[in-house]
């Protein structure tokens, strides 16, 4: 029963306002109704499906899309050379973020329980990633000797030395703001996928 109407209702209210979001939630419920159609539970007249009579209603929107400030891939030898030069268990966890290609709350996070470091993966589970699927990585060479020299010391693979909690996400932008003031740790990850797509 549902139409046109019941999703330009829905998508009305953030379509201009939170576009990324409203888009997002368009996409899901194109989905939902595409597997219902599939399913025989209602005819295949989709009308959340992009490039469909819903675009008539909804406004166009000029979206530009703020990216992280990333190093260049070129400069990120540089960038591993000063962290290995860097003794503090937080420089240790940006070189380990940029080496995983990681979020800083999956490095943060990982416990050594997570790691097989003879098999060189680490598995994050659905609960610790936005993946809500289980998350396998697989670990260079350079993180397992990484990890190795930090075995030992608690549950948590990067711990506060002086609390023995989990680093706070400050504390790995004050390293990273240390060598390269104006770019953010997220954005190693678009470095990799750059690097990843032009080499």
């Given at each position: 029963?549902?139409?046109?109407?019941?999703?330009?209702?829905?998508?009305?209210?953030?379509?201009?306002?939170?576009?990324?979001?409203?888009?997002?939630?368009?996409g899901?419920?194109?989905?939902?109704?595409?597997y219902?159609?599939a399913?025989?539970?209602?005819?295949d007249?989709?009308?959340?499906?992009?490039?469909?009579?819903?675009?008539?209603?909804?406004?166009?929107v000029?979206?530009?899309?703020k990216?992280?400030?990333?190093?260049?891939?070129?400069e990120?030898?540089d960038v591993?050379?000063?962290l290995k030069?860097m003794?503090?268990?937080s420089?240790?966890a940006?070189?380990?973020?940029v080496l995983?290609?990681?979020?800083?709350?999956?490095?943060r996070g990982a416990?050594?329980?997570?790691f097989?470091?003879d098999e060189?993966?680490?598995?994050?589970?659905?609960?610790r990633n936005?993946?809500?699927?289980?998350?396998?990585?697989?670990?260079?060479?350079?993180?397992v000797?990484l990890?190795?020299?930090l075995q030992?010391k608690?549950?948590?693979?990067f711990?506060?030395?002086?609390?023995?909690?989990?680093?706070?996400?400050?504390?790995?932008?004050?390293?990273?703001?240390?060598?390269r003031?104006?770019?953010?740790?997220?954005?190693?990850?678009?470095?990799?996928?750059?690097?990843a797509?032009?080499?």
């Open positions: 029963q549902i139409g046109g109407h019941e999703v330009h209702k829905v998508l009305s209210r953030t379509w201009q306002k939170q576009f990324p979001t409203a888009k997002k939630v368009r899901r419920i194109a989905r939902i109704l595409d219902a159609a399913h025989g539970f209602r005819p007249d989709n009308p959340a499906r992009p490039n469909g009579p819903l675009d008539q209603l909804l406004p166009p000029r979206h530009r899309e990216h992280h400030p990333s190093v260049p891939y070129q990120l030898p591993v050379a000063k030069g003794e503090s268990i420089a240790k940006v070189l380990f973020t995983t290609g990681v979020r800083s709350s999956e490095t416990v050594w329980s997570e097989d470091l060189k993966t680490w598995v994050i589970p659905p609960e936005k993946t809500a699927d289980e998350y396998r990585i697989p670990l260079a060479d350079q993180t000797a990890l190795k020299g030992g608690g549950k948590l693979v711990a506060s030395p002086t609390s023995g909690k989990q680093l706070s996400d400050t504390a790995l932008t004050k390293v990273l703001k240390s060598i003031p104006d770019e953010t740790l997220h954005g190693f990850r678009a470095t990799l996928s750059t690097w797509r032009e080499q």
